[in-house]
């Protein structure tokens, strides 16, 4: 200010002054004005235009004190702050709200505008933080308010103007607000370039444009004057605005009011008009009303007579007038009708009490009338729960058309005439049914009679009847074929004795028959069953019932004979299984037991000697792994054969499982036991083999144990004659030995019969449990289903648990597998059948089981008996196995599927035969065998195998799975070559709890 020339100097009191009350114009000249947006949209918010005024009056008046009174204090300083602060932010909101008059039609701008709000809060924050940091506090952050808050707010409320004036220009034109609208946005724009030119620039400004003293030394005018002159500029604009509103408001209002006038004038004119034309309508009515009720009086007359009439003739009357489709009825039709008199009716509602039996039948007859035919017909209604017979004619008029414009009819109950009509027609009726219902009783009777005679005739089982005097009444085909009574003689009407007279049969006892044939000693009871012996070796059963009638009497009794000859044959034949071996017809295990134990207890009683001759064959797992077990069959057979050719009658020979056999041989003194064991190494080395092929020749090894020198009891018999045959094995094969007790230090033999104990006792004693371990899905690693593997709790130490390779290998050798695969299959099927949820179950078959022909048939018994869906089960075959003998593989897999079970190939890759023999295999899932998949990552080999597999698999539409998956970088490469299912300790181990499984996969 020092720059300024000394005249300016002097009055820059005044020009405060003036600056200040300026700035109060404004606001006065807005709070005094009236205000409405119906002619300018923003005349409201011109109130934030006036507090600005106001606070910024104040500001500049509080400028002027302090050039008066000299002093400048601190507290003066910061109302001075606060002031500025408030009327600068006044002008923004006036600014911000303007834009948003102006953005109505835009949402997005309108956001934006909102969000602006904010704006002066951060104006605040920055000129605080700058005044903070600088030492003069009161004139920074005056500066700062000015710069970054009341420039911005006055520029923005210039253009605001201008932007208004410029779209709503010829409206303003009309208002004469044009030059108001272009001096107020102007003087806010002018106000805003001086608003920013500051005494004490803050950091953020440019000095060359924010200095006011460079201003003011250029110029020579300060620039509170130029600001002054904004603020008059303003206010004038601001009061000619708000002027030329109210002149334009009132203008308005008068309008309005001369118009609400002028429609006031008109309305009276009208209603004075329109009152006097409904005087002369209402005086009208009243004479038509008078006439019209000497009319209604005359009608109503008649109308009585009419009723009256149709009372005392039980007819009603109706009419249809075809314009509003009403039906109106007379008194009487609404009494038939059991309607309340004078409820309206339509044609529709007529049809609904009509009895809907009957309801087309009359809509058809009216429909038909419509036409020009005659109406005329008997019908039914439904009448207060009761079903009445009406009677309806009817004459339709018809206009020039053939239209119908009208009916009139008649109605009568002919409910009595139709009820007598009805009865005797039903009485007709009912005698034509009597009579249809005896012929057809006959006819079934007859048909009746030819079903019973032919069922009789079909059945294997014999049928006698004898009424009460003995005479034979009926007898069916197998009687006479039983008796072998000849087809030309007839035994009806004959005495029973007749049978026994004319039957070409003889009894094997005569004399026994004879008392019981055809005879009963009380006729009131059910004889006792009795078995005939014929001669011919026959056996015939007889038994016989009494046969009354329904009120107790004796008509006759009934014989019945049956033929159990077959039965009785295959009674024997099953004995001979339970004690003989399937396969070969030795004795089986359980007989040789039988007859260990009775040898042991003869000798014991005679002081007798005799040898237990255990042997096996060498190698024959060999026959078996190479050649299926067919092949090993047939040297069972074969060996059974040629052994007991060399034995004698006495000597007791058996086949205890697999390729164990056992001879029981009495010794005398003088007998070298050299001889028979010699015998057998000779016979069995000289038969010749030859599979596929291949010429093979086998070996045995034998072993003897003598009572009582090396047992007294079965089990140390047994025990040291298999310990003899293994020492026979030690000493080279194709060889003898009698137990040693020197040699027995190992105990071998002893666990080896442990074992097959231990398994026999698991089995009996449900020792046998089931694990799981479940086989996802590669691309998405839900669980699909569970392989299932069996383990064994050891029945001396039931809390120590089994592993298959323990004891599987002794199953298989001794026979014992075929029971613990059966064990796995009916554990699984009723797991299966107990949790529904539980998804499908894979189930291992032994090579052994594979050769079972009822295998198949078992497992679809196991699933009928428990309910189980098949496709929920999954048998598992070996690739060995199934190779072995494609013609068995075939047969089985063919059974296995007709039974509804999936198929799948254990072990494919380990023999690479299988390729060529795949196409013949109907399997569903091809398992590749884990010496492929371990460490396949780091592998090259075993990868093209693998892809190999899966092209092949996949191209005979197979589905593959991997097992041994025991790491990550493993179940990413296979699934990268296309794999669609894994097993393996990385996905999970396997577990008694199957639970845990299924609650991670409903997870």
Same mark, same amino acid.
Request: contains cysteine; aromatic residues 8%.
């Given at each position: 200010m020092d720059t300024l020339p000394p005249l300016i100097q002097a009055h820059m009191t005044e020009i405060y002054l003036v600056y200040g009350m300026a700035f109060l114009f404004l606001a006065a000249a807005i709070y005094l004005q009236p205000k409405d947006n119906s002619v300018l949209p923003f005349s409201t918010i011109l109130v934030w235009l006036a507090r600005f005024g106001m606070l910024h009056g104040i500001r500049e008046l509080q400028c002027a004190w302090e050039l008066i009174d000299g002093s400048l204090n601190e507290k003066n300083s910061l109302v001075g702050n606060l002031l500025s602060f408030a009327s600068f932010y006044a002008l923004f909101e006036f600014s911000r709200r303007f834009w948003l008059v102006l953005a109505c039609n835009s949402e997005n701008n309108r956001r934006r505008l909102k969000y602006i709000r904010l704006f002066p809060v951060v104006s605040l924050l920055i000129a605080g933080i700058t005044a903070a940091l600088s030492q003069n506090y009161a004139a920074i952050f005056d500066s700062g308010i000015r710069y970054l808050l009341g420039f911005p707010g006055a520029a923005s409320a210039g253009i605001a103007f201008?932007?208004?004036?410029?779209?709503?220009?010829?409206?303003?034109?009309?208002?004469?607000?044009?030059?108001?609208?272009?001096?107020?946005?102007?003087?806010?724009?002018?106000?805003?370039?001086?608003?920013?030119?500051?005494?004490?620039?803050?950091?953020?400004?440019?000095?060359?444009?924010?200095?006011?003293?460079?201003?003011?030394?250029?110029?020579?005018?300060?620039?509170?004057?130029?600001?002054?002159?904004?603020?008059?500029?303003?206010?004038?604009?601001?009061?000619?605005?708000?002027?030329?509103?109210?002149?334009?408001?009132?203008?308005?209002?008068?309008?309005?009011?001369?118009?609400?006038?002028?429609?006031?004038?008109?309305?009276?004119?009208?209603?004075?008009?329109?009152?006097?034309?409904?005087?002369?309508?209402?005086?009208?009515?009243? @004479?038509?009303?008078? %006439?019209?009720?000497?009319? $209604?009086?005359? &009608?109503? =007359? !008649?109308? +009585?007579? /009419?009723? *009256? #009439?149709?009372?005392?003739?039980?007819?009603?009357?109706?009419?249809?007038?075809?314009?509003?489709?009403?039906?109106?009825?007379?008194?009487?039709?609404?009494?038939?009708?059991?309607?309340?008199?004078?409820?309206?009716?339509?044609?529709?509602?007529?049809?609904?009490?009509?009895?809907?039996?009957?309801?087309?039948?009359?809509?058809?007859?009216?429909?038909?009338?419509?036409?020009?035919?005659?109406?005329?017909?008997?019908?039914?209604?439904?009448?207060?729960?009761?079903?009445?017979?009406?009677?309806?004619?009817?004459?339709?008029?018809?206009?020039?058309?053939?239209?119908?414009?009208?009916?009139?009819?008649?109605? @009568?109950?002919?409910? %009595?005439?139709?009820?007598? $009509?009805?009865? &005797?027609? =039903? !009485?007709? +009726?009912? /005698?034509? *049914? #009597?009579?249809?219902?005896?012929?057809?009783?006959?006819?079934?009777?007859?048909?009746?009679?030819?079903?019973?005679?032919?069922?009789?005739?079909?059945?294997?089982?014999?049928?006698?009847?004898?009424?009460?005097?003995?005479?034979?009444?009926?007898v069916n085909l197998a009687f006479r074929r039983m008796w072998a009574i000849e087809d030309d003689l007839d035994p009806v009407g004959q005495s029973t004795q007749f049978v026994l007279e004319n039957s070409t049969h003889r009894f094997a006892r005569p004399d026994h028959a004879s008392k019981y044939v055809l005879k009963v000693l009380d006729t009131h009871e059910i004889s006792e069953r009795f078995e005939l012996d014929l001669y011919d070796g026959r056996i015939l059963t007889q038994v016989s019932y009494p046969v009354t009638d329904t009120e107790g009497r004796i008509l006759g009794r009934l014989w019945i004979y049956e033929d159990i000859t077959h039965e009785r044959q295959t009674a024997q034949q099953l004995l001979y299984l339970a004690e003989h071996d399937a396969l070969t017809g030795l004795y089986n295990r359980h007989r040789f037991q039988e007859q260990l134990d009775h040898m042991i207890a003869m000798a014991r009683r005679n002081h007798d000697k005799f040898a237990l001759i255990y042997f096996d064959l060498d190698e024959f797992k060999y026959i078996n792994d190479n050649f299926g077990h067919r092949a090993g069959d047939t040297v069972l057979v074969r060996i059974a054969g040629e052994i007991s050719v060399v034995l004698r009658e006495v000597e007791i020979f058996a086949r205890l499982g697999g390729d164990e056999f056992a001879i029981l041989s009495y010794l005398h003194p003088q007998n070298d036991i050299s001889v028979l064991p010699n015998r057998i190494n000779q016979a069995v080395a000289s038969i010749p083999f030859r599979f596929r092929g291949t010429n093979i020749r086998l070996t045995t090894s034998v072993g003897l144990a003598f009572f009582p020198e090396h047992g007294e009891t079965v089990e140390d018999l047994v025990a040291h004659a298999d310990t003899a045959m293994y020492q026979a094995k030690a000493n080279g094969k194709n060889t003898w030995a009698v137990y040693d007790p020197k040699r027995d230090d190992s105990g071998a033999a002893m666990e080896r019969m442990s074992w097959r104990q231990r398994i026999e006792q698991a089995l009996r004693q449900d020792l046998l449990e089931l694990h799981f371990q479940g086989i996802y899905r590669v691309d998405n690693g839900q669980l699909c289903h569970f392989e299932v593997l069996v383990r064994m709790r050891d029945p001396q130490h039931p809390e120590q648990l089994v592993m298959p390779g323990q004891f599987i290998p002794i199953a298989e050798n001794s026979g014992q597998i075929l029971e613990i695969d059966r064990w796995v299959l009916r554990s699984s099927i009723a797991l299966l059948s107990e949790n529904s949820i539980l998804p499908s179950l894979a189930v291992n078959i032994s090579g052994r089981s594979f050769d079972d022909p009822e295998l198949p048939q078992f497992i679809r018994a196991c699933l009928e008996e428990n309910r189980v869906d098949a496709n929920r089960l999954i048998i598992e075959l070996t690739e060995t196995a199934a190779v072995s003998d494609i013609r068995d593989a075939q047969r089985f897999i063919e059974g296995i599927r007709q039974a509804g079970c999936t198929v799948c190939l254990d072990d494919f890759g380990s023999g690479f035969s299988t390729f060529a023999y795949l196409k013949y295999l109907e399997v569903d899932i091809l398992k590749i065998d884990g010496m492929f998949i371990r460490d396949l990552p780091n592998n090259r080999e075993n990868q093209i195998f693998v892809k190999a597999m899966v092209g092949i698999a996949k191209g005979m539409h197979k589905t593959v799975l991997a097992e041994f998956v025991e790491d990550a970088a493993t179940l990413q490469m296979l699934k990268e070559l296309g794999i669609d299912l894994a097993q393996g300790y990385h996905l999970g181990r396997p577990s008694a709890d199957y639970g845990k499984f299924i609650e991670n996969r409903a997870t």
């Open positions: 201008l932007v208004y004036e410029y779209r709503n220009r010829p409206y303003l034109s009309t208002l004469k607000l044009n030059f108001a609208m272009l001096l107020a946005g102007y003087s806010l724009a002018f106000y805003s370039l001086f608003t920013g030119l500051v005494v004490n620039a803050p950091w953020f400004a440019t000095p060359s444009l924010a200095d006011a003293r460079i201003f003011s030394e250029t110029t020579g005018i300060p620039i509170e004057a130029l600001r002054t002159l904004c603020a008059l500029a303003l206010a004038t604009a601001t009061g000619i605005m708000l002027y030329r509103v109210n002149v334009e408001k009132h203008r308005r209002e008068f309008q309005a009011s001369a118009q609400l006038a002028d429609l006031n004038a008109r309305l009276e004119t009208t209603i004075a008009a329109r009152t006097a034309q409904l005087e002369r309508a209402n005086e009208k009515l009243q @004479q038509e009303v008078e %006439e019209r009720r000497h009319i $209604e009086e005359s &009608l109503r =007359q !008649s109308q +009585e007579n /009419l009723n *009256r #009439a149709q009372s005392v003739a039980h007819i009603g009357s109706w009419y249809l007038n075809q314009a509003d489709n009403g039906l109106e009825w007379s008194p009487e039709t609404y009494r038939i009708f059991g309607v309340p008199p004078g409820m309206p009716l339509t044609y529709e509602e007529f049809l609904e009490r009509v009895h809907e039996e009957d309801r087309a039948f009359v809509d058809r007859a009216w429909q038909t009338a419509l036409k020009g035919a005659e109406y005329n017909i008997e019908h039914r209604a439904l009448i207060d729960g009761k079903v009445k017979w009406l009677r309806e004619r009817a004459e339709l008029e018809f206009d020039r058309q053939r239209k119908m414009i009208g009916a009139v009819g008649t109605v @009568q109950d002919i409910t %009595e005439l139709k009820q007598a $009509e009805l009865a &005797l027609q =039903q !009485s007709f +009726e009912d /005698l034509s *049914r #009597a009579e249809q219902k005896q012929r057809e009783l006959r006819i079934v009777a007859e048909a009746e009679q030819g079903r019973m005679a032919a069922l009789l005739s079909a059945m294997s089982i014999g049928i006698l009847f004898e009424d009460k005097a003995g005479s034979i009444e009926y």
